[in-house]
Nanobody
Framework: QVQLVESGGGLVQPGGSLRLSCSAS????????IGWFRQARGTEREGVSC????????YYAASVKGRFTISRDNAKNTVYLQMNSLKPEDTAVYYC????????????????????WGLGTQVTVSS
């Protein structure tokens, strides 16, 4: 059974840090692009970051570039999102997703490119 599970969310003060984890079972993450998406209440789901399958190229939304870092540990079948300098506007449910990025025009921060999704983890940035 293909499954993605996010963990590491929580409540943090502005300026703080969190590290989210995305663990897979039933398939090998190394063969997939892994994206992180977030959805705040009343808004659409937005792409935050992605790491490609072939050469680990990373992609970031402008709103998080320089503050978030995505990485993967293939031995642990896990992808991480290190989030630093968190802001209240980063508050959202964060989802990881897996997609096959074997074609050249794969849109790495577009949700409908991804086939497998986790259930999400809540991140709240508040004082």
């Amino acid at each position: 059974q293909v499954q993605l599970v996010e963990s590491g969310g929580g409540l943090v003060q502005p300026g703080g840090s969190l590290r989210l984890s995305c663990s897979a079972s039933g398939f090998t993450l190394a063969y997939y692009a892994i994206g992180w998406f977030r959805q705040a209440r009343g808004t659409e789901r937005e792409g935050v970051s992605c790491i490609s399958s072939s050469d680990n190229t990373t992609y970031y939304a402008a709103s998080v570039k320089g503050r978030f870092t995505i990485s993967r540990d293939n031995a642990k079948n896990t992808v991480y999102l290190q989030m630093n300098s968190l802001k209240p506007e980063d508050t959202a449910v964060y989802y990881c997703a897996a997609g096959r990025d074997y074609y050249s025009d794969f849109q790495h921060l577009q949700a409908d490119e991804y086939d497998h999704w986790g259930l999400g983890t809540q991140v709240t940035v508040s004082s």
